[in-house]
């Protein structure tokens, strides 16, 4: 129990100079060299994601020896992994299986979304994340779109989503007209709607639904 409070103090400080911008502190390589003492178990590096944190400052400090580090320690949790593809796969497949308890079309859904979004290119470090065990087959099953999504997706997403509630905000009666939708404000069916891929192809789309009678406007996906 000392050994993971420990890592989670380390893990603290680390996420807490990355999210004031300081991954450039020369405090960064000092913290780094004391997980580097620390006898990091399996264990310890799924219950903390210890490695998930340090991979983060890695990529946002510009410092060589931060870099180095970093690496240096991602390497050697790596000894305390089992690689091989196929028991990793097996490991999420189990996963998701547990989370339905059926080889349902939700179930195949989800093998599939997991599947696309390991194999795109445009997102590599999710791949290489699942491989090193950072991310263990227990978190990957139950990742979202958005949380597999790379950074540049997520911006991406966000500009796409920004710019269709703000279109949505200027034609607000541009919509399709339908009483399908019920107001949860004024309880009438007045409504317009429209509808916008703001996530991955294949997710569902977002509705956006406008209230003629009161000006309400929600969504859902």
Request: aromatic residues 6%; hydrophobic residues 35%; charged residues 30%.
């Amino acid at each position: 129990m000392p050994l993971e409070h420990d890592v989670l103090n380390l893990s603290r400080q680390l996420e807490k100079l990355v999210a004031d911008g300081n991954s450039n502190n020369e405090s960064a390589s000092d913290l780094l060299n004391q997980l580097k003492k620390l006898p990091i178990t399996l264990d310890i590096l799924q219950k903390t994601r210890i490695g998930m944190t340090v991979n983060v400052l890695r990529k946002a400090s510009d410092r060589e020896d931060v870099q180095i580090i970093a690496k240096s320690l991602i390497k050697s949790w790596k000894k305390l992994l089992d690689y091989d593809p196929t028991n990793i796969a097996a490991a999420i497949e189990n996963e998701i299986f547990m989370c339905f308890k059926d080889t349902n079309i939700k179930y195949r859904n989800k093998i599939k979304s997991k599947v696309m979004n390991l194999r795109d290119k445009r997102n590599p470090e999710l791949c290489q994340l699942v491989i090193e065990g950072i991310i263990t087959p227990e978190r990957f099953a139950k990742m979202t779109a958005e949380e597999m999504a790379s950074d540049e997706m997520k911006k991406e997403r966000k500009k796409i989503t920004e710019e269709a509630i703000k279109e949505h905000q200027l034609a607000t009666t541009a919509g399709t007209s339908t009483g399908q939708f019920k107001c949860g404000k004024c309880g009438k069916r007045n409504t317009t709607y429209n509808q916008v891929q703001t996530r991955s192809a294949d997710e569902p789309m977002t509705t956006f639904v406008y209230c003629i009678e009161c000006g309400n406007r929600w969504k859902f996906c």
